[in-house]
């Protein structure tokens, strides 16, 4: 079981940054990618980014490349993702996944991803 704690979401305006963090705590080491998906008032979830979680970090293709920057700190069994020029299309609940395994297409999917956090509010205004 791996359990997945969101943190750092919050009010901010266009044009400025903020850094979502997710804590893994329990069988961290079963981990192979973690993911960022957000998800709008009345909208599908979406994919944001992933990396993973051991090895040589592989990062996959970002809808939202140029702005946001996603990482890792093994030691301290956290991902970030470092969220810059943020617009009022980025106003979501953001979730922080993790994936035991990845399809051969990749691990955009977020049925790929057995574990959830409980998501963060971004809200951002002009």
């Known amino acids: 079981q791996v359990h997945l704690v969101e943190s750092g979401g919050g009010l901010v305006q266009a044009g400025g940054s903020l850094r979502l963090s997710c804590a893994a705590s329990g069988r961290s080491d079963t981990i192979h990618t973690m993911g960022w998906f957000r998800q709008a008032p009345g909208k599908v979830r979406e994919f944001v980014d992933a990396?993973?979680?051991?090895?040589?970090?592989?990062y996959y293709t970002s809808s939202v490349k140029g702005r946001f920057t996603i990482s890792r700190d093994n030691a301290k069994n956290t991902m970030y993702l470092q969220m810059n020029s943020l617009e009022p299309g980025d106003t979501a609940v953001y979730f922080c996944a993790a994936a035991s395994r990845c399809s051969d297409f990749g691990c955009s999917a977020a049925i790929l991803y057995d574990y959830w956090g409980q998501g963060t509010q971004v809200t951002v205004f002009s």
């Open positions: 990396i993973t979680w051991s090895g040589a970090p592989i």
